[in-house]
């Protein structure tokens, strides 16, 4: 892979796709069978540095977001921690204060 090919398991596997589709677009007298086709994919893939076991993982291609909103749950519960202890000072000193 040169520098201007991308380097994630998913932009890698894009990258090949596209070449395939760019050769077999190429005129060649009559269209290529998907048989055809998808071997073109498979060569420029293989040749592309990608595994014979196709797609990455899902995980890999949409990671998860779990620990941003768990981050974002605690910072508003400690929010509101603040401004419960913050309100319930006000209030005695209004009420009970000197």
Same mark, same amino acid.
């Given at each position: 892979?040169?520098?201007?090919?991308?380097?994630?398991?998913?932009?890698?596997?894009?990258?090949? =796709? =596209?070449?395939?589709?760019?050769?077999?677009?190429?005129?060649?007298?009559?269209?290529?069978?998907?048989?055809?086709?998808?071997?073109?994919?498979?060569?420029?893939?293989?040749?592309? *540095?990608?595994?014979?076991?196709?797609?990455?993982?899902?995980?890999?291609?949409?990671?998860?977001?779990? @620990?941003?909103?768990? =981050?974002?749950?605690?910072?508003?519960?400690?929010?509101?921690?603040?401004?419960?202890?913050?309100?319930?000072?006000?209030? @005695?000193? =209004?009420?009970? *204060?000197?």
């Amino acid at each position: 892979m040169n520098d201007r090919e991308p380097g994630s398991a998913w932009e890698r596997y894009r990258y090949a =796709k =596209k070449n395939a589709l760019e050769q077999a677009e190429e005129p060649q007298g009559e269209p290529m069978t998907l048989d055809e086709l998808e071997a073109a994919i498979a060569q420029t893939a293989a040749s592309s *540095g990608i595994p014979e076991t196709g797609m990455p993982p899902r995980s890999v291609v949409h990671p998860s977001k779990r @620990g941003q909103g768990t =981050k974002l749950f605690y910072r508003l519960l400690l929010f509101l921690f603040i401004l419960l202890v913050g309100g319930l000072l006000w209030w @005695g000193n =209004k009420h009970y *204060g000197a």
